[in-house]
């Protein structure tokens, strides 16, 4: 009986142990995605979105077709000139990516600019895309960190 009672007060134990971090896990702060409005960009849909996990900030830009194609089109893959960047307003940077984005028919999405930033703070994210003989047009998105 002592062995049995002292297996039992051992599986309680380690139950205990294990349900310490699942109740941590919870606790942990939720992602939020604020995306600003769509605009039409190059002939194609654009937007740009801030995820925001507690007080970290990541903006993403992403690129997908206007409508959808005619029946039998082949579209072409297309080279675009993207640019994102992020800032807090009033404040720092949250730095720039410029470069080239492939596209063909599938929703792309353009990383790479974020960080820590103070809750409270409102953050500024804006998105181009170009492709001659089109200009780029910026979509922006504004939102205000939580605290």
Known sequence: ????????????GAATLLAVPAEAGAATAATTVTCG??????????????EITGNS?????QISLAGPPSPGTTLPTRELLT?????????AS????????R???ST???RGV????????????????AEFPWSPVPVTVDVVVPC
């Open 1 to 12: 009986m002592n062995r049995l009672a002292l297996l039992a007060a051992g599986v309680a």
């Open 37 to 50: 409005a769509s605009g039409l960009q190059a002939g194609l849909s654009t937007k740009v979105c801030a």
């Open 57 to 61: 900030v990541q903006f993403y830009g």
């Open 83 to 91: 640019g994102l960047s992020g800032q807090v307003v009033g404040g």
């Open 94 to 101: 949250l730095g720039t990516v410029n470069g080239y984005t």
């Open 103 to 105: 596209f063909t028919a």
């Open 108 to 110: 792309v999405q353009v």
């Open 114 to 129: 974020g960080g820590t930033v103070p809750c409270g703070s409102t953050v500024h994210g804006s998105f181009s895309v």
